[in-house]
């Protein structure tokens, strides 16, 4: 699984907004706010009429939606160049920004990968190394795509074998996205080229992958119009998309997503069915060549179910049902009925985030008063031991092979910038293998962990993150920051927007 670093620009707007409190404020001239035209459009839900005076502005293609976007940003950027001290916010934040930054390494055939930032690239470059002690090279640099920086690596997939990469782009933050493919030992892109894919990853079997994608919009319609009926296909490599094989579709419902992955030994095929941000149905097929159908494992959009692994033909699968901090279970596909499912990892107090399959055994990383835990269990679900973290903090999941005992994990905090760590199972072991360093005195400062009780009497874990021996007497400035939605914890993790 590939993870892309994101930064909210909100966070950067409320850091700012609460600086230097104590020097003396010059007086900001307001320009005259622009008047937003009003129209007469109003439409009827279940008897309702609902007004929408403001629908004009859903045409992001009209000169008066464009025109309105610049009176926008005139009054925007009037405002924010007379702040005295902007300047000396922003010059910091280039200063102490500029640090190179690491990704996890991951294996792939018989060559490592990770991600760098070199400081103040726009994008993290992808390198190659043919061991953990060889020189690394780039691989694949997204700085590349374009001379504006406005597209992104999206997403990635390598096959089997290690020697094909699939790889997926967006432009200017659409989510719309194309799919090429590279050959990793002479890093050609190959002339497979696939478009109009969203809401998709790649996932290979044998001499090609399977995506998921929408039939392609009229032009001008690219950013507006509805999306419906996803499909899931399989491209084999070196045909052109038009003679991609569709394997899925459903005509009764316009509005449900497909995503598919196969299992690490490409054995299975899993197809997930969701019509909302959470819940999702789950299908899978074995791919031997004897099995046309998918398997329904579970059906409704109440629960999660998401499939980790194929252990011994049977499926290790991670699911709420039952249990709203998750579980592990084991499936036979062949006896897929709930009554014979068998529970390898019970609920636990700690809410479970995710599971990794390295070195014949199960590392569970969990959630713990919002920081993280992990803990050693094997294939049967008997605990072995903890995976001893730093301290309070954050741990991205463990990344590495089910036969291999190296593995890989980082691990961040407020004042602890992310730091890869090399990780021997056999031993119980973490090393650093890369750390940043950067313009900044962590020892200067320190975080708590208290508890605050709700109103209805729920224990809220909270963070004072400050410098040492500063006097908690109230009569600090406080930046607060929450957050609450779509079951997203905010976990401890390293903020150079904070710093000034």
């Known amino acids: 699984m590939k993870h892309l670093l994101t930064l909210s620009f909100i966070i950067t707007i409320v850091f700012l907004s609460g600086c230097n409190q104590k020097q003396k404020m010059t007086k900001i001239i307001l320009a005259p706010y622009p008047i937003t035209a009003e129209v007469d459009t109003v439409d009827t839900y279940f008897g309702t009429a609902v007004a929408d005076p403001y629908r004009w502005l859903e045409d992001d293609n009209s000169k008066e939606t464009e025109a309105w976007v610049t009176a926008q940003n ?100 659409s989510d719309w996205g194309e799919i090429f493919v590279m050959d990793v030992e002479t890093k050609e892109v190959l002339e497979d080229h696939l478009e109009w894919i969203k809401f998709s990853g790649m996932s290979w079997k044998d001499d090609g992958f ?9 032009e001008g319609d690219e950013l507006k119009a509805v999306n419906e009926y996803h499909k899931v296909y399989f491209h084999k490599l070196g045909t052109k998309q038009s003679d991609d094989i569709l394997i899925h579709k459903n005509d009764d419902f316009a509005q449900r997503n497909y995503g598919v992955h196969t299992t690490e030994d490409e054995s299975f095929l899993v197809l997930s069915e969701s019509e909302g941000t959470s819940g999702n149905s789950l299908y899978v097929k074995k791919l031997d060549g004897n099995q046309n159908e998918f398997i329904q494992i579970a059906l409704g959009f109440e629960n999660e179910y998401n499939i980790m692994d194929n252990i011994d033909g049977k499926l290790l699968m991670m699911t709420n049902e039952d249990a709203p901090k998750n579980k592990i279970v084991l499936v036979d596909p062949n006896n897929p009925g709930r009554e014979n499912w068998k529970i390898i990892i019970p609920e636990k107090e700690e809410v479970l985030q995710s599971v990794s399959l390295i070195g014949g055994k199960i590392v569970a990383e969990y959630m713990k008063d919002a920081t993280s835990v992990a803990y050693i269990f094997d294939y049967e679900g008997n605990f072995i031991e903890n995976l001893n973290l730093p301290g309070i903090g954050s741990m991205s999941g463990v990344r590495g092979d089910k036969d291999e005992n190296v593995a890989f994990y980082s691990y961040t905090s407020f004042t602890f910038p992310s730091t890869v760590y090399k990780y021997d199972i056999s031993t119980n072991t973490s090393e650093v293998y890369t750390k940043s360093e950067i313009d900044f005195d962590v020892n200067a400062y ?55």
């Open 210 to 218: 399977y995506y998921s994608s929408y039939d392609a919009p009229k």
């Open 74 to 173: 005139e009054v925007t950027f009037a405002y924010l160049n007379q702040i005295p001290y902007r300047n000396k916010i922003k010059e910091r934040l280039e200063k102490i920004w500029d640090y190179p930054k690491y990704g996890v390494p991951f294996k792939e055939g018989n060559n490592y990968f990770f991600f760098k930032n070199d400081g103040m690239q726009n994008q993290y470059v992808m390198y190659i190394r043919k061991s953990l002690d060889a020189e690394p090279e780039v691989f694949l640099d997204p700085n590349t795509f374009s001379d504006d920086g406005t597209i992104a690596l999206s997403g990635l997939e390598f096959d089997k074998e290690g020697k094909y990469l699939a790889y997926k782009i967006s432009k200017s933050g």
């Open 446 to 500: 320190e975080t708590k962990q208290v508890f605050y009780t709700s109103k209805d009497g729920t224990k809220v874990p909270m963070f004072l993150v400050h410098k040492k021996g500063l006097k908690l007497d109230g009569t600090n400035p406080t930046y607060l920051y929450g957050y609450g939605g779509f079951n997203i914890s905010l976990t401890p993790s390293f903020r150079i927007t904070a710093l000034p």
